[in-house]
């Protein structure tokens, strides 16, 4: 049986590794590819894959957004996130959202191999990196709460479209809702992190990883 992959990545070199790597595995297939959650939804909509490669930190909606969306319009696929950030809250986030294995893309190719098939299997799968920081985070967490910890996951994809640069009718476009009910989202960060505008905002993200300098 071929497995057939959606590839979602908005960097065109990684997903024509990530392709040539795939396409040498046996049963495996990469049918599709999308640079954006936007576009991994469409690709959805019109041929539902068997698998879907999510990178996490996208413009736009975003991996976590776009999880949800296509698991609504086609439940049985399998979302494997994909993503360079092994130490931020994005595991749980997107495991929430519906995705049923995370990788780094920094793992090696029998993993994401190995992933690819347990997945289709009803396994769930979580790279040992990712899972030691998952435990760790639980442990941690049960009793002293951390700023993300505070952050519901459209708090957090909020957050990280406005360090995008994003302007609240951009996101509210995006996420098809109102831009009072963005600015209230904005609002709720500030409160919730102690901050007093969007370039405080963007420093905190910095600090804690959820995005990175060279974009």
């Known amino acids: ?126 790279c040992n990196e990712v899972a030691q920081r998952l435990c760790l985070s639980a442990v941690v967490n049960k009793g002293e709460s951390t700023p993300l910890a505070k952050l519901s996951p459209r708090e957090m994809q909020v957050m990280l479209m406005i360090t995008q640069g994003k302007t609240t009718q951009d996101i509210s476009d995006s996420l098809f809702l109102s831009p009072k009910t963005i600015s209230t989202y904005r609002a709720r960060l500030f409160e919730k992190l102690d901050i007093h505008n969007d370039v405080e905002l963007t420093h905190f993200a910095l600090r804690h990883g959820l995005i990175e300098l060279n974009g």
């Open 1 to 126: 049986m071929m497995i057939n992959i959606l590839l979602v990545d908005d960097h065109v070199l990684f997903r024509s590794g990530i392709k040539s790597i795939l396409d040498e595995q046996e049963g495996m297939e990469v049918i599709a590819e999308a640079e954006s959650g936007e576009e991994a939804v469409e690709a959805v909509r019109q041929s539902p894959p068997d698998v879907i490669l999510m990178d996490v930190n996208m413009e736009g909606i975003g991996g976590i957004e776009a999880t949800r969306r296509v698991l609504r319009l086609a439940p049985d696929v399998k979302v494997i996130a994909l993503t360079a950030l092994d130490d931020t809250p994005f595991p749980n986030q997107l495991l929430d959202a519906g995705a049923v294995g995370y990788v780094t893309k920094g793992c090696p190719a029998d993993e994401l191999a190995l992933a690819i098939r347990r997945v289709m299997r009803g396994e769930h799968y979580v």
